[in-house]
């Protein structure tokens, strides 16, 4: 009991620190900054930030959400990121936990996945680099997958196949949808997203993963529509496809089974 409250603890601390990368490095995708060599700076008066400022959260609540130097507003941006990927970790952590190489292999593509989101958000983008991240996340677990024995080669050879049908699946359906919309309906990069996820999902989790994301992509639509009437056309389909991928890493395998229980 008390090893395990010490483990999601741990895995709680761990998920704000990752979480907060992940955000600066979204929003420095977004601004075209370099995210690994520049130090955080405050956005408004420039001023290199310390190690005290870093502290997810913490830091936060201790300035009141004001810049230590300038003494302008903070974005709220900043802690409710860093809590959000908190939670999601907790919680994947909490539905994959005696298994910690596929813990470790979904985290990371978890993170991938958030910034993906953030990104696509602001600027409707999903970046490449994220998705060969993501990517090379998959072979690099898969194969350590296989050399402990977790998994075969047909287990590998498998998951290839789901991912390239997965991609193509998405591929003719988007050709069709723009005939039908006489516009573009999927991004390309929502076509190379799927095809990864598709990797990690395995056949049946994609299938499910297409349905899911369009639920919510509908879903999220139509609560922009309410919240900003004025919004444009254009629609980031990216955090619908990250929430449903999510839902599925931590659920998949319940739904698939209620779903043949259902045939
Ligand atoms: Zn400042």
Do not use: Q
Request: hydrophobic share 50%; net charge positive.
């Amino acid at each position: 009991m008390t090893e395990g409250v010490y483990n999601i603890a741990c895995i709680a601390v761990f998920g704000l620190i990752f979480g907060s990368f992940l955000n600066c490095m979204a929003m420095r995708i977004v601004r075209n900054e370099d995210f690994v060599k520049d130090r955080s700076r405050c956005r408004d008066c420039g001023h290199k930030l310390g190690a005290i400022d870093l502290i997810p959260v913490l830091s936060y609540v201790l300035s009141r959400g004001k810049c230590r130097y300038c003494g302008k507003k903070i974005s709220v941006r900043y802690p409710v990121t860093e809590l959000i990927f908190m939670f999601l970790s907790v919680f994947l952590y909490a539905f994959t936990k005696p298994d910690m190489l596929l813990f470790c292999k979904n985290w990371v593509l978890t993170g991938c996945l958030f910034a993906m989101a953030l990104v696509d958000l602001e600027i409707l983008e999903i970046p490449n680099g994220l998705l060969i991240t993501a990517f090379f996340n998959w072979v690099f677990f898969s194969l350590l997958e296989v050399v402990t024995g977790d998994w075969s080669i047909k287990d590998l050879g498998f998951g290839l196949l789901a991912g390239v049908i997965a991609g193509a699946v998405m591929l003719t359906l988007s050709l069709i949808m723009d005939r039908i919309l006489k516009r573009d309906s999927l991004g390309g990069g929502d076509i190379k997203l799927f095809a990864i996820l598709g990797l990690y999902l395995g056949f049946a989790g994609a299938y499910e993963l297409v349905i899911l994301s369009c639920v919510l992509g509908l879903m999220f639509a139509m609560a922009r529509k309410i919240i900003d009437p004025k919004a444009t056309k254009e629609f980031p389909f990216g955090p619908a496809i990250a929430t449903a991928s999510y839902i599925l890493l931590i659920i998949g395998n319940d739904i698939t089974d209620w779903y043949l229980r259902m045939l």
